[in-house]
């Protein structure tokens, strides 16, 4: 998905070593590359997450930057990270946005497609 000249690459994977199915947590990382394909730099300076398990119950993330960076992407660059969430089901989505403010001094946000968590063959 592209916004404003930034390309969202999202790719998901299930931590089986992380989670603990007794107790009905489901650890999940995702992996996500934001382009730059623009003409002038931008920052991402906050982010907002909704998440939804398998049972309908939503929770919201807002904070600053993503993993301890507000990182500056340049045109042409590309800037990766992974995060992760638990849940108490074995399939659940994420979607949100990120506040970018451009070199220009202009804010605009990103749209963070929905995207699954889910374990390996439980959704075709």
Do not use: C
């Amino acid at each position: 998905m592209k916004t404003e000249s930034i390309k969202v690459v999202i790719e998901t994977e299930y931590l089986p070593y992380q989670s603990n199915p007794d107790k009905n947590q489901y650890a999940f990382a995702y992996h996500i590359t934001l382009t730059n394909e623009g003409h002038i730099g931008a920052q991402l300076i906050s982010r907002h997450w909704i998440i939804i398990d398998g049972n309908g119950v939503q929770r919201e993330v807002k904070g600053m930057g993503v993993v301890g960076e507000q990182p500056l992407i340049a045109p042409g660059e590309s800037y990766q990270y992974s995060s992760g969430a638990v849940l108490e089901t074995v399939v659940g989505t994420m979607q949100g946005s990120y506040h970018m403010q451009g070199e220009n001094g202009r804010g605009f946000e990103v749209t963070i497609p929905v995207f699954s968590l889910a374990l390996p063959n439980v959704v075709n």
